[in-house]
């Protein structure tokens, strides 16, 4: 079947198998690969992307389910050449180790400071929860977080 | 060339693959494609212990787009392994090694087959027919050790694939002088390392016709030599790259994909690529060992510890993989860091049907110190001592013999350590000495809090004997002054940040701005090896051998030879294994010492404990980067606080039930201690560059036995089997008498 979406900006027409998930259509299609798999039950949040505007679990949808859809992934999270606020966080205040989970991370975190300027340390937590990490311990996620919220309040 | 103002040693500087890995361009195995490329899945056992009497590979082959199958006849040398190569590469018939016909539990690998696409290769799996005789299985470690238990492996009657003991002093005289004595039996389970990203390789055949796999793992060079060994071709010949590593831990010390890739590609002379899913990485990588320990401790009324006896039980599983180097590593730190002189203890790691246990961060020291601190707990509550006063009493110190009857490598600051982390937790230091000063009770009527202290210590760098190594290559390019520095290093950067911090130290060692740095790294075609990013060893040995490659390059420099270039390989000092009668060793040249407090909240309704707040105070000699480092301990806390509360990976009959991270649950950003802090000590090691020691396994060692005296003070209850799960303590509590029936 066909499915149209834009992706980072892009308009994107490719034909799919009805069964593939946006995940595997956004790596292997359109070798997307920042996106990543990490547990295939949606746990751990690896493959976090937007989905107009909202974050969604890229191995919880089908391509299908994503048509003519705008979605965007971590490769289009930075803007006009200037990194999104919460990769410079991310970057300075050691918010990752290996670097697996970090794109989904991101793009949870970027939605969720979006929406909620200001959140507290506690509610980072509390949102963060559905994005794993094996590396870190999460203190300096949620450090990072919370420097891009309270700037995002700041400037509000 | 020391750390003076200007130096870049002790910096934050900001990792340098950190870029790549906000955006989204880091590219880890699974990332990289070649044109052209064909996909591997691999067909594992489905019998815990059998023999493969035929492997029909008719139906899968037939299938179309499906290139090749290859079974045990494919395999020139059909066996692997870190230690002992005691692992068919294949299982299956007409090996000329005996017992290579043998599945000996389901990670077993008995066929791979190779398609055109990953679907197509899924369904050729499903059609390859295994025939088995099954043969009996064991799946306890103590069971195994009978004799009436099956023989697992040709060349190991008693499944013992090591045994060590340690006979000092006299332990009638040391029973004796006790005025009291506490025994305990402390058991822990598997676990799993959980690295988020998934096993995945790309096989290949380079532009000088090396068989190339690019692959995350360890040890670039070990990884190569497990393939040309099982390939029976030259060294040369096979070519291993790490791209970007997504976690490790241990648990990509052993071999997964690289060899079956190696074999593929070469054979066929096309990429092949695989990429494995959650289930598969969970399945079919080895496990911390689950270890039981049996423990009888004696001290005289003033506490001094006066006899120690131990026995420690190990599953190896089916194979070895490092099994008896961690136990080695139980075996030494299962007495804690104290001096006692009549000790015997009886050491054992034994193979089972079970998945194979292997290296994971802490190497077998997280369980013995839940002995070993379990022991102290329990003496200083017999004694009504307090836990800190009665470790400092006992701690090594400069100049302590250790078990294994030599001393300690100088720069031992287990006192210190231990010092520094009651002071900047809640212990105060009055007349009667140390005082734990209790937490503030909950409101809360079913809620009980607890604070306790453990600590220990561990190797830096590769232990009893092994020619430890590490090589470092410069080159410094330039006219008037040094324009640009090339690193060469094989060493791999999992995550920690290892690549950084080598940069940094070349930095030092030559005198330039980091940013005249370039690191060329982790591929075995343009360096030689560095060793293994395992044993907390990679900062100490790498530092090492970049002095000694800068110290020539400057050398040449000044000669005036343009670009300057040299290379070094670092020997540390050498060390010995056991004696097999007494346990006399030299058995590691560094080590690096750590303890935490903790405070924890007991819920007696339900058994759940709240881990509230962790101070771990850890000796790294010298901080060579000061965010990373307390990144690696914030991390390794709250790795060691699933491990210790949460993380059970339940198998049964061999077969492992929750291989999800849906069943097996990891700390999420809600579980983890909101206060963590760290008490960095930088007591430097006498032979460590700019005085480093290691220090990212350290933190993982203490938190278990912490938190099991935690639970104690909070309640009265001793919990001695890991994980301590609601369900355990809430059976605990009840036991004792404690909370609602």
Redesign the interface.
């Known amino acids: 079947m066909n499915v149209s979406m834009t992706i980072n900006g892009e308009a994107v027409s490719r034909e799919v198998e009805a069964r593939t998930l946006l995940v595997h259509f956004i790596?292997e299609d359109l070798?997307?690969?920042?996106?990543?798999?990490?547990?295939?039950?949606?746990?751990?949040g690896?493959c976090t992307i937007h989905v107009n505007g909202k974050i969604a679990k890229a191995c919880t949808l089908l391509a299908a389910q994503a048509d003519g859809a705008d979605i965007t992934?971590?490769?289009g999270?930075?803007e006009n050449g200037e990194?999104h606020p919460m990769?410079?966080a991310?970057?300075?205040n050691?918010g990752?180790?290996?670097?697996?989970?970090?794109?989904g991370m991101?793009m949870a975190s970027a939605a969720f400071v979006r929406d909620n300027p200001g959140a507290s340390?506690d509610d980072?937590?509390?949102y963060?929860?559905?994005?794993?990490?094996?590396?870190?311990?999460?203190?300096?996620?949620?450090k990072a977080v919370k420097q891009v919220a309270d700037a995002a309040a700041g400037g509000a | 060339m020391s750390a003076e103002a200007g130096s870049v040693i002790g910096e934050s500087i900001k990792r340098i693959d950190a870029r790549g890995k906000v955006t989204g361009e880091t590219r880890y195995p699974g990332d990289i494609d070649i044109e052209g490329q064909l996909w591997m899945r691999i067909k594992f056992s489905e019998r815990a212990h059998a023999r493969v009497v035929a492997v029909d590979v008719a139906a899968a082959e037939a299938l179309p787009g499906v290139v090749r199958v290859f079974t045990s006849l494919d395999v020139p040398v059909n066996e692997y392994g870190l230690v002992i190569k005691d692992q068919p590469v294949l299982c299956g018939p007409g090996g000329d090694k005996a017992g290579t016909d043998v599945v000996r539990c389901y990670m077993d690998m008995v066929a791979v087959a190779v398609a055109e696409t990953d679907t197509i290769a899924k369904q050729a799996i499903a059609l390859i027919q295994v025939h088995y005789e099954d043969l009996p299985a064991v799946f306890d470690a103590e069971e195994a050790m009978l004799a009436s238990a099956p023989q697992l492996h040709p060349d190991c009657a008693d499944n013992q694939v090591a045994r060590y003991r340690i006979r000092r002093g006299d332990m009638a005289a040391g029973w004796r002088a006790a005025d009291v004595v506490v025994e305990g039996m402390y058991e822990t389970t598997w676990q799993e390392h959980a690295y988020l990203q998934p096993e995945a390789g790309l096989g290949y055949i380079d532009e000088a016709n090396r068989v190339t796999v690019v692959v995350a793992g360890q040890w670039t060079h070990e990884d190569q030599e497990q393939i040309y060994h099982a390939l029976d071709l030259p060294p040369g010949q096979v070519r291993v790259i790490y791209p970007a590593i997504g976690g490790a831990f241990g648990g990509r010390e052993d071999m997964s994909v690289q060899i079956v890739l190696a074999l593929a590609a070469w054979k066929l002379r096309r990429p092949v690529k695989i990429q494995w899913n959650r289930e598969e990485s969970i399945r079919y990588h080895h496990k911390r060992h689950p270890i039981k320990v049996r423990a009888k401790w004696g001290a005289t009324g003033e506490g001094l510890l006066t006899a120690m006896e131990c026995e420690v039980i190990g599953d190896a599983g089916a194979y070895n993989y490092t099994s008896n180097k961690v136990l080695g590593n139980a075996h030494l730190t299962v007495s804690g860091a104290y001096e006692v002189e009549n000790i015997h203890i009886d050491t054992y790691a034994v193979y089972t049907n079970n998945i194979p246990s292997g290296a994971f961060r802490g190497f077998g020291a997280p369980q013995a110190l839940l002995a070993a601190e379990g022991q102290m707990n329990r003496l200083a509550a017999a004694l009504n001592m307090d836990p800190l006063e009665i470790r400092l009493k006992n701690s090594i110190r400069e100049g302590s013999i250790g078990s294994v009857g030599t001393p300690f490598p100088p720069g031992v600051s287990m006192p210190q350590v231990f010092a520094a982390c009651g002071a900047e937790s809640w212990w105060r230091q009055g007349e009667a000495g140390w005082q734990l000063q209790a937490p503030v009770a909950p409101s809360d009527s079913s809620k009980r809090r607890g604070r306790g202290l453990a600590g220990g210590f561990k190797n830096v760098g590769f232990s009893f004997g092994f020619p430890e190594h590490c090589w470092a290559g410069i080159e410094l390019q330039g006219s008037a002054e040094i324009e640009r520095v090339i690193l060469y290093h094989a060493g791999a950067d999992v995550g920690q940040g290892a690549h950084t911090v080598l940069m940094q130290m070349a930095a030092d060692a030559l005198g330039v701005p980091f940013e005249r740095v370039q690191l060329v790294a982790s591929d075995t075609a343009t360096s030689g090896s560095s060793g293994s990013a395992s044993a907390s060893r990679l900062s100490f040995m790498s530092g090492n051998a970049i002095r000694g490659a800068a110290e020539l390059a400057l050398r040449k420099w000044q000669d005036e030879e343009r670009p300057a270039k040299a290379d070094f390989m670092y020997h540390p000092p050498e060390t010995t294994p056991f004696d097999p009668q007494t346990g006399y060793a030299e058995p590691n040249f560094a080590y690096g010492y750590v303890a935490e407090a903790v405070e924890v909240e007991v819920d007696i309704e339900t058994g759940q404990v709240q881990l509230l707040e962790v101070v771990c105070a850890n000796d790294v000699g010298k901080v060579i980067n000061r965010q990373q480092l307390e990144g690696q301990i914030e991390g390794a806390i709250v790795q060691a606080q699933g491990y210790a509360l949460m993380e059970y990976l339940v198998s049964r009959d061999g077969r492992i039930l929750n291989p999800y991270l849906s069943t097996y649950l990891i700390p999420t950003s809600l579980d983890v201690p909101p206060r963590v802090k760290s008490v960095v000590l930088e007591y430097p090691d006498p032979i460590g560059p700019w005085g480093a020691r290691g220090m990212a396994e350290m933190p993982f060692l203490p938190l278990a036995p912490a938190i099991a005296a935690a639970i104690y003070a909070a309640t009265g209850v001793w919990i001695d089997s890991q994980p301590f799960t609601a369900q355990k303590v809430v059976a605990a509590l009840r036991a004792a008498g404690i909370g609602e029936v």
């Not at chain 1, 990752?96 to 794109?103: A, N, R, V, W």
């Open positions: 790596r070798d997307l690969t920042g996106t990543k798999i990490g547990c295939d039950t949606s746990q751990c690896a992934t971590i490769e999270l930075a990194h990769q410079t991310f970057w300075e050691h990752l180790q290996c670097g697996y989970c970090t794109p991101i340390e980072i937590r509390h963060l929860e559905g994005n794993i990490c094996r590396c870190t311990g999460y203190h300096n996620i949620v």
